[in-house]
């Protein structure tokens, strides 16, 4: 089985500062791209940042220069530094993975999602 355990959401005023992690673990046998995406009620799930195993990354026009991902392969872990916060930045946000499990006779990669984590950012 495979996880993706997120943490260090929380409240916090604008022009603030949050950092994201998250963890993916169980029967890994590799990890492609990391990424994170947000939603608010009533609203569909939105890229924020994806981050490939090489490093290439990718950010939604709402957070570049903002907002900056980064991961450490060695810990299976992606992490999303968000700086200059804004009350439209307030969403549940997501970890999503593309991981190839061990065990398995060939090697397949899927989609794999964390439960999210609250941020919050106040006027």
């Known amino acids: 089985q495979v996880q993706l355990v997120e943490s260090g959401g929380g409240l916090v005023q604008a022009g603030g500062s949050l950092r994201l992690s998250c963890a993916a673990s169980g029967s890994i046998f590799s990890i492609n791209s990391m990424g994170w995406y947000r939603q608010v009620p009533g609203k569909q799930r939105e890229l924020v940042a994806t981050?490939?195993?090489?490093?290439?990354?990718n950010y939604a026009d709402s957070v570049k220069g903002r907002f900056t991902i980064s991961r450490d392969n060695a810990k299976n872990t992606v992490y999303l530094q968000m700086n200059s916060l804004k009350p439209e930045d307030t969403a549940v946000y997501y970890c999503?993975?593309?991981?190839?499990?061990?065990?398995?006779?060939?090697?397949?990669?899927?989609?794999?999602w964390g439960r999210g984590t609250q941020v919050t950012v106040s006027s």
């Open positions: 981050i490939s195993s090489g490093g290439s990354t």
């Open positions: 999503n993975a593309y991981i190839a499990a061990s065990g398995t006779p060939k090697v397949r990669f899927y989609d794999y």
